[in-house]
Nanobody
Framework: QVQLVESGGGLVQAGGSLRLSCAASGSIFSINAMGWYRQAPGKQRELVTTITNTGNTNYADSVKGRFTISRDNAKNTVYLQMNSLKPEDTAIYYC???????????????WGQGTQVTVSS
């Protein structure tokens, strides 16, 4: 079993900052990439940012320059620092990990339960 547990969401005013965390635990052999996705009401889930196990990052255009993803491989944890938040950043943020489980050795995508981020204008 693999679990991803997110924390750090909340309510913030426009221009403010929040930091999300996501810790992966369980029968994990190795983690390839980790990332954050978000889903706003009435919209499809969209990619926010990803980071590989070697530190390569990818960002959606809408968050470039404002959001920063980082990763602690020793703790199987990924972080999302969100600055200069806008009302349109309001969504449920989901953590994702592409990883190999220990036994059986199998690759797959795993998701956290989501954490609400609300930005007021």
């Amino acid at each position: 079993q693999v679990q991803l547990v997110e924390s750090g969401g909340g309510l913030v005013q426009a221009g403010g900052s929040l930091r999300l965390s996501c810790a992966a635990s369980g029968s994990i052999f190795s983690i390839n990439a980790m990332g954050w996705y978000r889903q706003a009401p009435g919209k499809q889930r969209e990619l926010v940012t990803t980071i590989t196990n070697t530190g390569n990052t990818n960002y959606a255009d809408s968050v470039k320059g404002r959001f920063t993803i980082s990763r602690d491989n020793a703790k199987n944890t990924v972080y999302l620092q969100m600055n200069s938040l806008k009302p349109e950043d309001t969504a449920i943020y989901y953590c994702n990990a592409n990883l190999y489980t220990h036994l059986p050795r199998r690759a797959g995508d795993y998701w956290g339960q989501g954490t609400q981020v609300t930005v007021s204008s």
